[in-house]
């Protein structure tokens, strides 16, 4: 039975990844247009000559929660909105399913949780996600000024849903954001991704 | 509330009119949702039996409602062997102990037990794409120590795009503990706080700590109600399988081969690492030749390939777990080791003490006594001594110098061609050996290597003056290398691996080793009565020292096997004997002893032994003289000429350290179809070989914007260049030629 499932979980796999590609680091970052939670339209050519910050979240995802309860995520979305990077938060979760929220909900999380994005993406339909190929929930990308994609992986180093854990991580996304605002070469620029799956 | 309960006692509870000591766990079934309420003291326990079962009796009847489970027990009360269920959201634990009293010494095995609700999971060691593994730390008493997770053969959740890997049901995640032989308490409290996260589409993170305390006894206890739990837990771990694997990520693929002889069925694997293979993406299994060839993408997130991994394979119902070494791609990886600070000094020190010990060895030995003995001649100049002495160290250190710049020089000519100074090649190999059996031989007697150098030394070291013991110093090292080479070799193993200046650094320190028993001599007179007198005890020395000689040579015969088979060792083992024999011809002829030719009977013998060497067939060779008729070796030439000839060529560019590239070979381009696919359509078939780096490969290569192998180039009169994907299966190559065939006569 375990086998019969993983065969055809693999075939299915393998139909379905055949056609989404990784981006890749240093090659130009997939474009999208989305509407956010005040109903504006938003694409990556808007923003050209910026760094922008991409973040996939779902509120309800322990791992999500685990950065958003330190106070993690609104710290580094004020730290780089200051420094004139754009913030995007990303929902791709479909509707039904975990993290899918309405306009409304979208703002209102944003106010109770002091949350500081340039804007909250809803990309239901999960088409922004999968050009990204986006898997879980932290999963932070950074695209440069130029529009090359500069980072993608996780937020940090230690893959748990505890946030007594972020003092003692690598804090990847910090580190590589900093960087690009530098203008230095990102010292890691791929690391592991770890949350919730997103609920495409 | 109705529910519905089944008590299960043990016999001698049963036995028993009143039950004592009950802990009952009753399983409420509510909506569908199980929920563990646990009663301590529950209130039947302090029932009669025949209560106890009317009351149940009663409950039957209420049957219709719901269905239960479940269970249980009955215990000493201050040791137990389970913690008993703890429910968690969406999941209950529990910590179950094989033995519920353990005696000092003993290793036993404790469970976690983790029956997550249906169709919720917790995670394996590797999560796949998403997830958290599951995690336990231990509080124990000094002294317990306890194995990290044997972990169960996982099961693969398939949530497109992403793939995770875990378990589903009942899941019996065993722990070795070991108890100390001097363990003096008379309880053990195993404390465990397990934290894990389950899913099901939405994700629960989770922790607790359990604690069991057992009780320490002079005799172990069993805990007989859990034995088909621990049993469930060892059969639902994969196999250990002692197979030689090793594996690659190698531009874009991950790639393992399993030596195995018995065609081991393998339908599915799992890499317990988090970031080598793309998960989600299919698998490629095949059988060649004895191996199991394993391939999937490598993962998009892919960091770093550690030594070692672990691999499970699934085989219909059973699996296996083997562990991979990683193959490094190429020699020059291998050649730039780490330097470390407190390697070098370790180094220079066993180096010194090396070249100190070189002055024992017969070939030295009597250089060092007549110096001692000029020295000791001249006890009245002892100004002169020290000039001396410092000459002779400083001839040391030159050779030695020379010795060093010589090595570097032939290093940096090799790592030009990519010959990263290993025992790749065959001819070098069997080379060796004949050196090294060449020296043992010499060492036991047999000949004299080197005899008119050492008393060339001798008469120099007679001489007086400066320059007299600067030579004497320079002929010591050479007469010496008879019986240096394996102080020498340790010496070459670090400093071949290793920049120009610390490779230098070390041999001078085995030249300063050498030298400095003359050094000592001329600043104190006592050493030189402490020297022992030269005399037999050296020859038997010498001659104990020919036997790990011998073992050297075995050993790279052995290596030769390993490379060029077993025909090719039995011919380096004739050229061997030749050798033999030419030496002691030599050597009795040294002696004054045997007949007139014997001298040029004894070179004809050694120039056979190298004839043999020379004509050695390695088995690949002979395998690929049998493949000629399917390929020829590629060329810039050779391919200008086809295309220029509006022919249709496929290009394949490989390496012998390439797995990827070996795997392609053998499962779509050596097969019959595709020979015949080939011939079909007329394509030339040039295969390159980069093992060595050849410069016009490169070229080749990056005119592709490719800085490593496999490519695999496709030409087509008329058409743009196509670049076959890095991963082939046996049919790529037929349907891409069909296809280029169809489209080519269409337009």
């Known amino acids: 039975m375990k086998l019969k499932q993983l065969i055809s979980a693999l075939a299915l796999a393998g139909t379905v990844t055949a056609v989404a590609a990784a981006p890749q680091v240093g090659a130009p970052a997939p474009d999208f247009t989305v509407i956010d939670s005040h109903g504006q339209t938003h694409s990556l050519a808007d923003f050209a000559g910026k760094n922008v910050i991409l973040e996939w979240t779902n509120h309800d995802c322990p791992f999500v929660v685990k950065h958003y309860v330190s106070d993690n995520m609104q710290g580094l979305q004020q730290h780089f909105t200051e420094e004139e990077t754009v913030w995007l938060t990303v929902i791709s979760s479909k509707p039904g399913s975990q993290g899918h929220v309405s306009p409304e909900q979208a703002n209102e999380l944003t106010a109770s949780r002091s949350a500081n994005p340039s804007a909250v993406l809803l990309d239901e339909a999960g088409t922004m996600g999968r050009a990204y190929d986006a898997r879980v929930t932290p999963h932070m990308y950074v695209i440069g000024g130029d529009g090359n994609l500069l980072y993608m992986g996780g937020i940090d180093s230690i893959p748990t849903a505890n946030p007594e854990d972020i003092p003692k991580a690598d804090a990847y996304l910090a580190n590589a954001g900093n960087e690009v605002l530098a203008g230095q070469p990102v010292s890691n620029p791929v690391t592991r991704p770890y949350g919730c799956s997103i609920k495409y | ?747």
């Open chain 2, 1 to 747: 509330m109705v529910f519905h309960c089944i008590f299960l006692v043990q016999k001698r509870a049963l036995l028993c009119n009143r039950i004592y000591h009950l802990t009952i766990q009753l399983i409420f079934y509510k909506s569908g949702r199980s929920q563990v309420v646990s009663l301590d003291p529950p209130p039947m326990a302090w029932r009669t039996l025949d209560q106890c079962i009317n009351n149940y009796l009663a409950i039957m009847k209420l049957r219709h409602y719901l269905c239960a489970w479940l269970l249980l027990l009955l215990t000493v009360p201050a040791h137990a062997v389970t913690t008993g269920f703890k429910q968690a959201p969406h999941i209950q634990v529990e910590l179950v102990s094989q033995y519920q009293s353990v005696s000092p010494g003993q290793s036993f095995l404790v469970a976690l037990h983790l029956l997550p609700q249906e169709h919720w999971h917790t995670y394996w060691l590797n999560p796949g794409d998403s997830g958290m593994p599951t995690s336990i730390q231990w509080q124990l008493p000094d002294g317990v120590e306890v194995s990290g997770i044997q972990w169960p053969t996982p099961e693969a959740f398939s949530i497109p795009p992403l793939m995770n890997y875990g378990f589903e049901g009942s899941t019996v995640l065993l722990s070795e503990v070991q108890v100390p032989a001097d363990y003096s308490g008379t309880s053990l409290l195993l404390k465990a706080n397990a934290s894990w996260l389950v899913c099901e589409e939405i994700c629960i993170p989770g922790d607790m700590t359990l604690e069991l305390p057992l009780a320490v006894a002079r005799q172990a206890v069993p805990s007989e109600p859990f034995q088909a739990l621990i049993a469930q837990g060892k059969a639902s771990q994969p196999v250990s399988l002692q197979r030689t694997a090793s594996y690659q990520v190698q531009d874009g693929v991950f790639s393992a081969v399993i030596e195995s002889k018995d065609d081991l069925l393998v339908d599915a694997f799992f890499v317990a690492a988090t970031d080598l293979v793309e998960h989600a993406r299919a698998q490629e299994i095949s059988w060649q030749d004895g191996s199991l060839l394993l391939r999937q993408p490598q993962n998009t997130y892919f960091h770093q390939a550690p030594d070692q991994i672990e691999m499970v394979l699934i085989s219909g119902s059973q699996s296996f777990v083997v562990q991979a070494q990683r193959m490094d791609a190429g020699s020059a990886a291998t050649v730039t080791a780490e330097f470390g600070l407190g390697a070098f000094m370790l180094a220079l020190l066993l180096a010194a003490g090396g070249g100190l010990i070189l002055n024992l060895m017969p070939c030295v030995f009597p250089v060092l006594s007549l110096k001692a003995i000029s020295l000791a001649n001249n006890s009245g100049d002892s100004a002169r001594q020290k000039r001396d002495a410092w000459s002779y160290t400083l001839g040391v250190l030159a050779m030695f110098a020379l010795l060093a710049l010589v090595l570097i020089g032939l290093r940096a000519a090799g790592a030009a061609v990519g010959w990263g100074f290993q025992l790749q090649n065959p001819w070098l190999v069997g080379g060796l050996a004949y050196l090294f059996f060449a020296l043992g031989l010499s060492l036991s007697g047999l000949v004299q290597f080197g005899s008119r150098l050492m008393q060339l030394g001798s008469g120099l070291g007679q001489q007086q003056g400066a320059k007299g013991s600067f030579f004497t110093g320079v002929l010591a090292v050479i007469v010496a290398s008879p019986c240096t080479a394996p102080f020498m070799g340790a010496a070459l193993g670090y400093a071949v691996t290793q920049s120009a200046p610390v490779a230098l650094l070390v041999f001078l320190a085995l030249g300063f080793g050498m030298a400095l028993p003359f050094l000592l001599l001329a600043y104190s007179r006592r050493m030189a009565r402490l020297l022992p007198k030269p005399g037999a005890w050296m020859d038997t020395l010498k001659q104990w020292l020919a036997y790990p000689l011998y073992l050297t040579t075995v050993w790279l015969l052995w290596v030769l096997g390993r490379q060029a088979g077993v025909d090719a060792q039995a011919l380096v083992l004739v050229g061997l004997v030749c050798l033999a024999a030419a030496l002691w011809l030599f050597g009795r002829h040294q002696l004054g002893l045997g007949f007139r030719l014997a001298p040029q009977l004894s070179w004809a013998l050694a120039l056979l032994a190298l004839l043999l060497l020379v004509v050695l067939q390695p088995q690949q060779g002979s395998q690929s003289s049998s493949t000629q008729a399917h390929w020829e070796p590629w060329s810039p030439a050779r391919l200008a000429e086809l295309t220029t000839e509006q022919q249709p060529v496929l290009v394949n560019m490989t390496a012998d350290w390439c797995i990827t590239c070996l795997v392609n070979e053998r499962v779509a381009l050596n097969t019959d179809s595709s020979r015949q696919a080939l011939q079909d359509y007329g394509v030339t078939y040039l295969k390159g070989d980069w093992t060595l780096r050849d410069a016009d490969i490169s070229i080749y290569l990056q005119s592709y914007q490719r800085d490593g192998v496999p490519l695999y180039v496709l030409y087509w009169p008329g058409k743009e260049p196509l670049v076959l994907p890095q991963i082939l299966t046996p049919n790529t190559l037929r349907d891409q030629l069909a296809q280029l065939a169809a489209t080519s006569s269409d337009g």
